[in-house]
């Protein structure tokens, strides 16, 4: 093993990105003494061998717990919206370190919005802690896996007990959901396992707050002297709370603070950022074809470098996953980069007087910025779910209002639909709507869309970055999905309606690409062990090895599981396989309990 | 002022305009108050990295994406008035506006105008005709009304310590945490068996 700051010049495996998913993989496979160098596009924030990430290189590499620090995260880690958020020149954007440089380009030949994340921890630095299972009979039911939904419950309890998964506290914004909920007649759902229809507050991978944050309480602290989440409302900047913790102790458990430190404490694992990969290296084996490199270029220096190694992961997501493959000039049967799935979001939101607030909550505002983002949800499988889902007010106008496939509010006619206006609105509606916001509560739909092999990633050969070809994403819903979106939109403004909302607006939603699944489906391009049909040695552990989009439940979870139960595939077909296979001691959950 | 700006100035003033009637200084302010047409230039001639080639030959280190959004937006407000789908009188520019005829267009025409480019007019048609990624103007479209709004709403457009769209929405800013748990619904979830219904079917 390499000491902090050197390369690791001979690992055993190398896993392209440090997202959300890899981790996970990295954490395992060191687990069992395998050395594993991670290559990550993007910076690694508060670390102190890159003290200033978005100004300087800093070092190369790190490989210890040590060098994580709460302090440079929190001042990394602003919590404003634009010097976080901001897609062009934000901390939290699809770009290089370097604050100097443009983000990198994509083709996206349509109306639609990417919000994509580069560094350590990717997307998960801006997600929002969501971490349900997979709705059962998307994976039982569904066609597109071929495993069940029992192979990924003993990794799912696994993650549930180590960032961990738990019950998000009722806030206000929350309570008012639960009751719309219930006067819909829906029932409340408390089983891990979800088949039916049914509200819930969010499993969440977000520390519980600590209970001196009672609102009938009288705290009146500065939020560093308590645990677990404040309720600052702030995952979307990157959730540093609470203040002046240590890095490991920050409640939202994204990757860089829940698995980056697992994966670096097994001292098996380094991670490398401002490393864009930009070919897969392939030899002849026994096979038609192996994997056993990476080349990558680092983003300051512009250098290019070679490593190999057993295996190859890769994990740079739906996007970059494929694109690497196919830049590689990989084998394609057609699958590679389709089937991509993002749940076909809509976002209706509600605005209440003072008066309804103050008898269904007590109180005479929702203050959406205040408590978890996401706490509170409605399952219907088969057509997807429905969550609270708040922000800051930049997003709120931008997602809620500005960006939609169905034109402008001011030309669309509502007449007989369960909302009062519906596309983009701007103007001094705009203002009106915005000058509401903490009256307001937003709901996003996510959509069971279903993989189409029209749906996903190509090269566009015509514009080249300096990692090649750049990604072109083309994805349109199938009738069948906009029908289910239409479904969860209308049950969304029924559900404010009966919690007394008296102006409904449905955003209608274009494409927005954040979640993002199954572009290198299992079943299609790899097999059920996550490795590549056509490449030996070559896996793939993110978000695009789903086999579909999970039913419309938030991604992660299962994108982690299924990175954790890789690993042990990897450990198994080319290492010594798994001292300590996950569960010890089964818990008994399956279908014939 | 540039043509860019000046046009993309009619744009963010048509998104968030300033509206003295409300008689609330708070509420009244609009985007060019806080120079959004500025923010929104920048954040166009910033999107991407030009690639090797003759832009980069020109000396752009970056696309210059906002003289391209300008000229868009003016062939869609020329599609507009042409096609006699204006709802309103044409107008004499704002001094803060470029001479164009999107600058010209009421502000919900400027909007109608948009539409065109995105969905409706000659553009999106030529998609049909040629194989090539027409639908990239939509993505801009879509990008300038996305760029506008979180900039006018977030520190984005308006890096004061408290921004003007804060302000306008009662958001108080950065906190370092709220004092409003009230337990909780579910207190541990459960590991339910599944799998039952579906094979008993005992939905019939
Ligand atoms: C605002 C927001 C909220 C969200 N909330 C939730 C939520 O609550 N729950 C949930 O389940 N999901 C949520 N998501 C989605 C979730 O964040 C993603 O689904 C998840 O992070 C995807 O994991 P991944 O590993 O597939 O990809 P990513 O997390 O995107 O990781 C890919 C990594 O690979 C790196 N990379 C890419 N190309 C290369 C290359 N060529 N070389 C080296 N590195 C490369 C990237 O920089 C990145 O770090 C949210 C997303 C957003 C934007």
Not at chain 1, 381 to 405: C, L, Q, W, Y
Not at chain 1, 508 to 517: E, R, V
Request: net charge negative; with cysteine; hydrophobic share 35%.
């Amino acid at each position: 093993m390499t000491g902090s700051g050197a390369d690791m010049s001979d690992p055993d495996v190398v896993v392209v990105g440090a997202g959300g998913d890899a981790p996970a993989l990295a954490w395992r496979l060191g687990q069992q003494g395998i050395d594993v160098l991670l290559l990550e596009a993007g910076p690694f924030h508060g670390n102190e061998q890159f003290p200033a990430p978005h100004s300087e290189r800093g070092n190369t590499a790190s490989a210890s717990t040590d060098d994580l620090s709460g302090d440079l995260l929190d001042q990394q880690f602003t919590a404003r919206e634009g010097d976080m958020g901001s897609p062009v020149d934000g901390k939290l954007r699809w770009g290089p370190a370097d604050a100097e440089r443009a983000p990198w380009a994509r083709t996206v030949p349509q109306t639609g919005v990417i919000s994509q994340v580069a560094g350590v921890g990717g997307t998960t630095l801006h997600y929002y802690g969501n971490h349900p299972r997979a709705f059962v009979p998307s994976i039982n039911e569904q066609p597109h896996w071929p495993i069940d939904y029992a192979d990924l419950v003993p990794y799912y309890q696994h993650l549930e007990s180590v960032h961990p998964v738990k019950p998000a506290p009722t806030t206000p914004k929350a309570e008012l959901f639960f009751e719309g909920a219930r006067r819909s007649g829906y029932d409340l759902t408390t089983g891990l396992n979800v088949e039916d229809e049914g509200y819930r507050p969010f499993p969440n991978a977000i520390h519980q707050p600590d209970e001196a944050l009672r609102r009938d309480g009288d705290y009146d602290g500065d939020f560093r002297d308590v645990s677990g989440d404040t309720l600052a409302c702030h995952e979307h900047q990157g959730g540093p709370h609470p203040r002046g913790a240590d890095f490991e102790e920050r409640a939202k458990r994204g990757s860089l603070t829940s698995l980056v430190p697992k994966a670096l404490a097994t001292g098996h694992v380094e991670i490398r950022p401002n490393a864009f990969a930009t070919e897969v290296l392939t030899r002849a084996g026994p096979g038609p074809l192996e994997a056993c490199g990476v080349e990558y270029r680092d983003t300051w220096t512009g250098r290019t470098r070679r490593v190999f190694a057993d295996a190859v992961v890769l994990a740079a997501g739906c996007i970059e996953t494929p694109r690497l493959w196919l830049n590689s000039g990989l084998p394609d049967d057609g699958w590679v980069g389709k089937g991509l799935t993002t749940h076909h979001f809509d976002f209706v939101s509600g605005t209440f007087d003072s008066d309804t607030l103050e008898d269904v909550i007590g109180q005479r505002k929702v203050e959406p910025h205040q408590g978890q983002a996401a706490g509170s949800r409605l399952d219907v499988p088969g057509k997807g779910g429905i969550a609270v889902n708040t922000f800051a007010p930049g997003i709120t106008a931008s997602v809620m209002f500005s960006e939609s496939i169905d034109g402008f509010a001011f030309e669309n006619d509502t007449t007989g639909e369960p909302w009062d206006t519906h596309g983009r609105v701007t103007g001094t509606k705009l203002k009106e709507e915005m000058s509401d916001y903490r009256r307001m509560l937003t709901l996003i739909c996510h959509t069971d869309d279903r993989p189409r092999q029209d749906n996903g990633v190509t090269l566009d050969s015509a514009t080249e970055d300096e990692h090649g070809p750049v990604a072109r994403i083309d994805w349109s819903p199938h009738p069948e999905d906009d029908e289910r979106r239409d479904d969860l939109a209308r049950r969304a403004s029924k559900l404010l309606d009966e919690a007394g909302a008296n102006h409904i607006h449905r955003a209608g939603a274009a494409p927005i690409l954040l979640h993002l699944q199954s572009s290198m489906a299992m079943g299609k391009v790899l097999d059920s062990g996550g490795e590549a049909l056509s490449v030996d040695r070559l896996f793939v552990a993110d978000h695009s090895a789903l086999a579909n989009g999970v039913g419309g439940a938030n991604p992660t979870h299962t994108g982690q599981a299924l990175a954790l139960r890789t690993a042990e595939h990897l450990a198994d077909r080319y290492f010594d396989g798994v001292s300590d296979p996950i569960p010890a001691n089964p818990t008994p959950a399956s279908a014939d309990d | 002022m540039s043509y860019a700006r000046g046009t993309i100035a009619a744009l963010v003033d048509a998104v968030v305009p300033e509206t003295p009637a409300v008689g609330d200084d708070v509420q009244a302010a609009g985007a060019l108050d806080i120079d959004l047409d500025e923010t929104v230039e920048t954040a166009f001639n910033e999107l991407q990295e030009a690639p090797e080639g003759p832009i980069r030959s020109l000396g752009y280190e970056t696309m210059p994406f906002a003289p391209l959004l300008a000229l868009l937006l003016d062939v869609g407000a020329l599609e507009l008035i042409l096609k006699r789908e204006r709802e309103a009188p044409l107008q004499s520019p704002d001094e803060r506006f470029a001479g164009g005829p999107f600058s010209r267009l009421a502000r919900e025409d400027r909007m109608r105008a948009i539409r065109l480019l995105e969905a409706d007019g000659v553009v999106p048609g030529l998609d049909e005709t040629y194989d090539a990624p027409i639908g990239i103007v939509a993505y801009l479209m879509q990008g300038a009304l996305f760029i506008t709004a979180m900039a006018a709403y977030s520190d984005w457009g308006d890096d004061s310590e408290r921004p003007q769209g804060w302000e306008q929405a009662d958001y108080p800013g950065p906190a370092d945490g709220y004092a409003v748990h009230m337990g909780y619904e579910v207190d541990e979830f459960e590991e339910n068996d599944y799998g039952a219904d579906a094979e008993e079917g005992d939905a019939e």
